[in-house]
């Protein structure tokens, strides 16, 4: 199978450690701008591997990706030469924890911060 005709695949942090059962991977950290392009230079031929929607909400809000409808697809094994785009929450609890008050009278507590980064995986064999 020709290297060009593997889809890119889009994980999050549990589906990552799902692919990574057998090969040799290199793995670096990806700035948003980057992780855009390289969806956009993929369009259609992207298979997302999760079904969280936190991390839905990252890719469309915040990177400014229009929302598609990407075929779900739970990948086992990446293939050589196959990409993926990692993006993995790192929550950590709030140091202040403003209490808010919504118009309506009813309280809200910020109770934790949640971050998120990207990385580019690609299998090498």
Do not use: W
């Amino acid at each position: 199978m020709d290297n060009k005709s593997l889809p890119l695949l889009l994980l999050d942090n549990s589906s990552m450690m799902s692919v990574l059962n057998e090969g040799e991977f290199k793995c670096y950290n990806l700035k948003f701008y980057d992780a855009k392009h390289i969806i956009e230079i993929h369009g259609d031929d992207v298979l997302k591997c999760f079904a969280n929607m936190d991390i839905e909400t990252v890719i469309y809000d915040y990177l400014g990706i229009p929302k598609k409808d990407y075929q779900y697809k739970k990948i086992r094994n990446m293939r050589p030469g196959q990409d993926a785009i990692v993006f993995k929450l790192y929550i950590t609890p709030s140091e202040s924890q403003p209490v808010i008050a919504a118009d309506d009278g009813v309280e809200a507590k910020k109770i934790q911060n949640v971050y998120v980064y990207c990385q580019y995986l690609t299998r090498l064999a």
